[in-house]
């Protein structure tokens, strides 16, 4: 049915949706753990999102660390991403980014389950918290500015009888403002038919019905479920998500935002105004700055993605990447590995062998699975393999060490170009 890219169908949005990405690697990203995000490295991932064609970013402007990186960025002059702020729900907050040029837009936390609102913020009742964050609200609308409301553990909190009255009232204090739907703890599944408060796909309905449009899809990785959450409020409604890079954030991070841009530029309809192909460059620049080493088998941009060494997957992807490559690498700046262990068969040795003595030799060379000397050198990696001391891959370097001793200086070295015909 499909045996290339170009014919592989994109699938649609229900109700051809404008959906925008918001990026948190700067404010939830660098509050990870172990990680601490220089200026400089900050302005690099603010130009990396520039590229990707991301629409608005979140950042801190409560220290002078924090405001000079936003003047910086807005010196930039860029018509995106957008620099908004963020702020507890109290003056002082609000006021600190009031003080800030160029800052038109706050997003105020408002921690709404139980849990957040007794434990953690030590209030009497549900109500103290509806006039903290309505009052908190008022003033920052008051003072002209955008506003978002981060509506923090909503995947724990009573939905029909606080959160839906409390957006009511906000609403009608704001009636354009963006409702953070954070699915804190991810607490929250992507199914229809699972009761509130964790139905994704309840909840952004539940907010439609009362007039709210502009909800933005906030969801950390507990439990591995960031990404499948943060598309259930896309396919519902919901036209914003928030997102970090490489999921860097609290815990188990944050949604990735490589992964959801890349998947809805590859695999959606109408997504051609993103840019995914400076992902790995960025993924490779912060694993070098911080020291970070991402799982390499991690979706997108993880070293292995784009790499083979089984003998099934080298041989079909030698016959046609389509076959075991889920798209093109230079879609993310990617590049194919041909690796060779204990998987491989004699096809990638072969194709290795070639690559090898082109270089040595200078000459397009072309040799045969059936070659003699490619069956032994094989058999000589396979030895290594099972005596079970050997855990790695066979590196360029003893593959090129291979190919001088059996192709250009033992009894069997024979010019490769005309080899088959004496050794087959
Ligand atoms: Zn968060």
């Not at 220089?38 to 924090?66: A, P, S, W």
């Not at 009511?168 to 409702?179: N, Q, R, T, V």
């Not at 991690?298 to 030698?318: C, P, Q, R």
Request: proline share 5%; net charge negative; with cysteine.
């Amino acid at each position: 049915m499909y045996r290339s890219y170009a014919e592989m169908p994109k699938i649609e949005l229900p109700g051809n949706l404008e959906v925008k990405i918001s990026d948190s690697t700067l404010r939830d990203g660098s509050q990870m753990p172990g990680i601490v995000l220089k200026k400089t490295q900050k302005l690099k991932i603010f130009e990396f999102l520039h590229e990707m064609g991301i629409e608005k970013l979140e950042c801190f402007v409560f220290n002078e660390r924090d405001r000079s990186l936003v003047r910086d960025m807005l010196d930039c002059n860029y018509d995106h991403p957008d620099i908004t702020g963020w702020a507890r729900a109290n003056v002082a907050d609000i006021d600190a980014n009031l003080s800030m040029e160029g800052i038109n837009e706050v997003g105020i936390l408002m921690s709404i389950s139980d849990t957040h609102i007794f434990d953690k913020l030590g209030l009497k009742d549900r109500e103290q918290a509806r006039d903290k964050y309505t009052e908190a609200l008022q003033y920052a609308v008051d003072h002209g500015l955008k506003v978002r409301c981060h509506l923090e553990d909503i995947t724990r909190a009573d939905i029909p009888n606080f959160v839906i009255p409390l957006v009511k009232e906000l609403l009608s204090i704001a009636p354009d403002a963006i409702f953070r739907i954070c699915d804190t703890l991810n607490y929250g599944v992507p199914f229809e038919e699972t009761p509130l408060p964790f139905s994704i796909p309840k909840i952004v309905r539940a907010f439609k019905e009362i007039g709210a449009e502009d909800l933005e899809m906030h969801v950390h990785d507990d439990f591995g479920l960031g990404v499948a959450n943060t598309l259930a409020g896309y396919w519902h409604g919901a036209n914003w998500s928030s997102l970090t890079f490489m999921g860097i954030g609290e815990r188990a991070g944050n949604t990735e935002l490589e992964k959801i841009l890349t998947f809805l530029f590859c695999r959606v309809k109408g997504f051609e105004k993103y840019n995914p192909a400076p992902v790995t460059e960025l993924t490779r620049y912060l694993e070098h700055e911080l020291a970070f080493r991402l799982p390499r088998n991690k979706a997108i941009v993880g070293e292995n993605i784009f790499a083979h060494e089984s003998g099934i997957h080298t041989d079909g992807v030698l016959k046609n990447p389509f076959t075991y490559e889920p798209f093109p690498p230079e879609v993310v700046g990617g590049q194919r590995v041909l690796l060779v262990g204990d998987s491989s068969g004699r096809e990638v040795v072969r194709y290795k062998m070639q690559e090898v003595l082109n270089e040595l030799l200078g000459v397009e060379v072309n040799l045969r699975k059936n070659d003699r000397r490619i069956k032994m050198i094989c058999n000589d990696i396979h030895k290594l393999y099972d005596e079970e001391a050997r855990t790695s891959s066979v590196s360029d370097d003893e593959l090129r060490e291979y190919a001088i001793k059996y192709f250009l200086t033992s009894e069997e070295a024979f010019p490769p170009w005309i080899a088959h015909t004496r050794y087959e």
